[in-house]
């Protein structure tokens, strides 16, 4: 069975960092391109970055990629979101997500069930 | 910035059939995606590549696309149907992705 298991969150002051970690089990993960989502209290969905299986390939979203920083560790099954110059504004549940494999890559085929980050002083 | 484009609310009784669309203008060459979000769970994909159905979703669940938007269809819409849902895209880029701002769809 696929497992995502996020950690890491908390309460932080804003300009601080935080590193969010992602445990996955159940599959191959080095095979796998895997994703960050954040979602705010009561609002939508939104795409944060992406990272290629061998992690040679990233994309992120251009309101983000200055301060968040994807990468994994695959000896260790391991997806990370580096987080710096935190604002009140990045208040948020944080989800990672798998890419399914297949003829084209298909996106977030199974999620975790968050860790919730709050940016406060 | 590349947007998609939702109705904020759908409203239907049980057994009628629920649209929610997503527009953007990159979908006439881009895939669409449905994901439907439940309250305090996590999202779960339903249609992948605009009209493909995962395994162990409803066939009720059904999508399509055609020119600059993309259709998601519940046939007989049920009262554990309610949820948001969120379309997803790329741009034309094949960079930057995006959601759509999410549909409240509302079964009673």
């Known amino acids: 069975e696929v497992q995502l298991l996020e950690s890491g969150g908390g309460l932080v002051q804003p300009g601080e960092s935080l590193r969010l970690s992602c445990a996955a089990s159940g599959f191959a993960f080095s095979s796998y391109d895997m994703s960050w989502v954040r979602q705010a209290p009561g609002k939508g969905l939104e795409w944060v970055s992406v990272i290629s299986d061998s992690g040679d390939r990233i994309y992120s979203a251009d309101s983000l990629k200055d301060r968040f920083t994807i990468s994994r560790d695959n000896s260790k099954s391991t997806l990370y979101l580096q987080m710096r110059s935190l604002r009140v504004e990045d208040t948020a549940m944080y989800f990672c997500?798998?890419?399914?494999?297949?003829?084209?890559?298909?996106?977030?085929?199974?999620w975790g069930q968050g860790t919730l980050v709050t940016v406060s002083s | 910035s590349y947007e998609l484009t939702q109705p904020p609310s759908v409203s239907v009784s049980p057994g009628q059939t629920a649209r929610i669309t997503c527009s953007g203008d990159a979908l006439p060459k881009k895939y669409a995606y449905w994901y439907q979000q439940k309250s305090g769970q996590a999202p779960v994909l339903v249609i992948y590549e605009d009209n493909k159905r995962p395994s162990g979703i409803p066939e009720r669940f059904s999508g399509s696309s055609s020119g600059t938007m993309a259709t998601l269809t519940i046939s007989g819409a049920q009262v554990e149907d309610e949820a948001d849902y969120y379309c997803?895209?790329?741009?034309?880029?094949?960079?930057?992705?995006?959601f759509g701002g999410g549909t409240k769809l509302t079964v009673l």
């Open positions: 997500a798998r890419w399914a494999n297949g003829e084209l890559p298909v996106p977030f085929d199974h």
């Open positions: 997803y895209s790329v741009d034309s880029s094949g960079k930057q992705s995006v």
